[in-house]
């Protein structure tokens, strides 16, 4: 019986605390990049796809990327099946954004090799609030197409 009046009080302690660290950091977003890949490039341009989640309660913005691939890697949505560069691409608060293909993607222009399958491609991601983000692109085939379900 004591055991489980200490067991309540505890947990009224700790749910306390995750409700005060909760309204401290809730003005940053928390980004997490995952699913990452690079089709294996046929020209001179490639794409890139990925997904990032905000668990955060404050929404950002993918500002630019960069690679030592390609001193110019662009952001691009599609727009009735035309591609088109953008600024900047939100992901809301609690929320994603997500690059596929079909839809919003990197475009990595001029590469400098051709990068094959098997190996990777490093890239920084850059955020208008939280800090870059650093990640391996793995390099599939071609046709790589996952499914996202
Ligand atoms: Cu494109």
Do not use: W, Y
Not at 138 to 144: F, G, I, K, M, N
């Amino acid at each position: 019986m004591n055991r489980r009046i200490a067991l309540a009080a505890v947990t009224a302690l700790t749910t306390g605390l995750t409700l005060a660290g909760c309204s401290s950091s809730g003005s940053a977003p928390e980004l997490k990049v995952s699913g990452a890949f690079m089709p294996q490039p046929v020209g001179d341009m490639a794409g890139g796809f990925l997904t990032v989640t905000n668990s955060g309660g404050t929404a950002d913005k993918l500002t630019s990327v960069t690679s030592s691939l390609s001193d110019d890697v662009q952001i691009h949505e599609t727009k009735n099946q035309k591609m088109q560069q953008v600024k900047s691409f939100d992901i809301p608060a609690n929320g994603e954004l997500k690059l596929e293909r079909g839809g919003s993607h990197l475009m990595f222009t001029a590469i400098k090799k051709q990068p094959e399958q098997g190996e990777t491609v490093d890239i920084e991601l850059h955020f208008e609030k939280a800090d870059p983000i650093k990640v391996e692109l793995p390099v599939e085939a071609q046709t790589h197409n996952p499914k996202q379900h």
